[in-house]
T-cell receptor, first 114, second 112 residues
Framework: GENVEQHPSTLSVQEGDSAVIKCTYS??????FPWYKQELGKGSQLIID???NVGEKKDQRIAVTLNKTAKHFSLHITETQPEDSAVYFC????WGTGRRALTFGSGTRLQVQP | DTAVSQTPKYLVTQMGNDKSIKCEQN?????MYWYKQDSKKFLKIMFS???????INETVPNRFSPKSPDKAHLNLHINSLELGDSAVYFC???????????FGDGTRLSIL
């Protein structure tokens, strides 16, 4: 099955700096890669996703890049703000073959220092 | 509000009891899921379900059973609770098996 590894487990940045979280996946056929933000006591909110036919996607201060050859994808947050502090999860799934469930990375706790 | 909602938010109970967690989505989605997040924050799929098919993660004990009275609900029943069942359980839904999933806020289950 799919295995997703995520690094770093914790990340502390100063407000205004950029933050990068990286994930690698094992199933070369995986074709959908979402990123979720989990705030304390809340469920996971989808913040951005990318499909395997795209190399990069951007939404305001958040961007995701995908390298299919190396089987890794990254989340980039620019101009970080204290409200960006949360746990971020990457995930991967191979759609179109009957599989639906996401395989998640272990999470990255991002702390943005004001 | 359109959302995936779970009840209760917190559940504290004793070992050996039977309990249920409810999940409802008003997004009109066809597929619903249950995930378990353990103490190390790993999110693992337990079940995915639509009105045609239930897919069970083979590592899930048969003490756990999903029950869907209708398309908008997928409840999780747990029999004979064990200490290792303590975790946060998340419900999610998607419009189809290959569409983004939307998560509920989670139910923190604590077994005494």
């Amino acid at each position: 099955g799919e295995n997703v590894e995520q690094h770093p487990s914790t990340l502390s940045v100063q407000e205004g700096d950029s933050a990068v979280i990286k994930c690698t996946y094992s199933d070369s056929a995986s074709n959908y890669f979402p990123w979720y933000k989990q705030e304390l006591g809340k469920g996971s909110q989808l913040i951005i996703d990318i499909r395997s036919n795209v190399g990069e996607k951007k939404d305001q201060r958040i961007a995701v890049t995908l390298n299919k050859t190396a089987k890794h994808f990254s989340l980039h947050i620019t101009e970080t703000q204290p409200e960006d502090s949360a746990v971020y999860f990457c995930a991967a799934v191979r759609w179109g073959t009957g599989r639906r469930a996401l395989t998640f990375g272990s999470g990255t706790r991002l702390q943005v220092q004001p | 509000d359109t959302a995936v909602s779970q009840t209760p938010k917190y559940l504290v109970t004793q070992m050996g009891n039977d309990k249920s967690i409810k999940c409802e989505q008003n997004l009109g989605h066809d597929t619903m899921y249950w995930y378990k997040q353990d103490s190390k924050k790993f999110l693992k799929i337990m079940f995915s379900y639509n009105n045609k098919e239930l897919i069970i993660n083979e590592t899930v004990p048969n003490r756990f059973s999903p029950k869907s009275p209708d398309k908008a609900h997928l409840n999780l029943h747990i029999n004979s609770l064990e200490l290792g069942d303590s975790a946060v359980y998340f419900c999610a839904s998607s419009s189809a098996g290959d569409q983004p999933q939307h998560f509920g806020d989670g139910t923190r289950l604590s077994i005494l």
